[in-house]
């Protein structure tokens, strides 16, 4: 892009991050306040609008749109409280461990439905471009036949 339309951005949109550490006291910290988990997202984006408000004293309200849901990340979530788990917990165990937080926004039913469904997929493959296009040809073509 050219300079002009670069310094047009820059004057017009701030951007922010924080790391991980900052992530989870963030989670940690809304809680306490608030008796409500955030997710992750959520939380990165809490600590950027709390230092653009220190930052420039502003008072003007900031939204933030919580697009995830702290369930997906029970393992982040866990280590935000520090609450012990092993590797190998399953997803609804390391959920009932939260829950013991008793949070304000408790789970959506169907998410605590998913203890009581059979698994459906329970194959994994490397991080590896060759490996996961030769797991979704056969995926598919497991799907096909199995449609006939």
């Not at 997906?72 to 979530?77: N, R, V």
């Not at 165990?93 to 039913?109: A, E, R, T, V």
Request: some cysteine; glycine content about 2%.
């Amino acid at each position: 892009m050219d300079a002009d339309l670069l310094a047009n951005i820059q004057s017009e949109v701030e951007a922010g991050w924080c790391d991980e550490a900052d992530c989870l006291k963030t989670i940690k910290d809304v809680f306490e306040r608030t008796q409500v988990l955030i997710d992750p997202h959520t939380a990165v984006a809490k600590k950027v609008a709390d230092e653009y408000t220190a930052k420039y004293g502003d008072e003007r309200p900031l939204l933030i749109s919580a697009t995830a849901h702290f369930s997906k990340f029970p393992d982040a979530m866990l280590d935000a409280f520090d609450i012990p788990y092993e590797a190998d917990d399953d997803f609804t165990s390391m959920l009932d461990k939260l829950m013991d937080l008793k949070p304000k926004n408790m789970l959506h039913q169907d998410v605590q439905r998913l203890a009581t469904l059979p698994v459906l997929h329970d194959r994994t493959c490397a991080a590896d471009p060759d490996v996961i296009i030769k797991e979704i040809k056969t995926f598919l073509a497991d799907f096909a036949s199995s449609r006939h």
